[in-house]
């Protein structure tokens, strides 16, 4: 088995149709959107360059998934700099991937000047915790509570 390899999307859009299926099925089903609205919230990551998407491939094959995006909560328009879409496959989970990824989100932010990230979740607080990340707030969306989290970058 090769090393896992951290690669931006720009560089291996072949993927997106896959992690556009994973987004789709993991939130934007749950949220009323069709399939479709996630390849194009992907295609419009990629024509942005204040965004950026970044898998985790191996083998070819891609295993994960994590995004810098602008914004990420309609209710929090006020906020920018979000970490998004963390995802990765479940028979691939528990081997530290995640934390790859949002680690390589975070230094994508860093680069691009950005001393402050958000996410929010109502499923893995205390993988985010463990990551340095801490709740700004708690809040209720479409009927589930959710927790704000924040990381400042520059510390």
């Not at 491939?57 to 995004?67: F, I, K, P, Q």
């Not at 995640?98 to 979740?121: D, M, N, P």
Request: glycine letters at 6%.
């Amino acid at each position: 088995m090769t090393a896992l390899r951290l690669i931006r999307l720009a560089d291996a859009p072949h993927h997106l149709e896959t992690i556009a299926t994973w987004n789709h099925a993991e939130w934007g089903a749950a949220q009323g959107y069709a399939r479709e609205d996630s390849a194009v919230w992907f295609r419009e990551m990629l024509r942005n360059p204040s965004e950026e998407c970044v898998i985790a491939e191996r083998d070819g094959s891609v295993l994960g998934m994590a995004s810098l995006v602008d914004h990420d909560l309609d209710q929090r328009p006020d906020l920018v700099h979000w970490l998004a879409s963390v995802y990765v496959l479940p028979e691939h989970r528990g081997h530290g991937i995640a934390g790859k990824l949002v680690s390589a989100v975070e230094q994508e932010a860093e680069a691009r000047g950005i001393s402050r990230l958000h996410l929010y979740t109502n499923t893995a607080e205390s993988l985010y915790t463990r990551l340095g990340w801490t709740i700004s707030e708690r809040f209720s969306k479409k009927g589930k509570e959710f927790s704000l989290m924040v990381k400042d970058l520059s510390s």
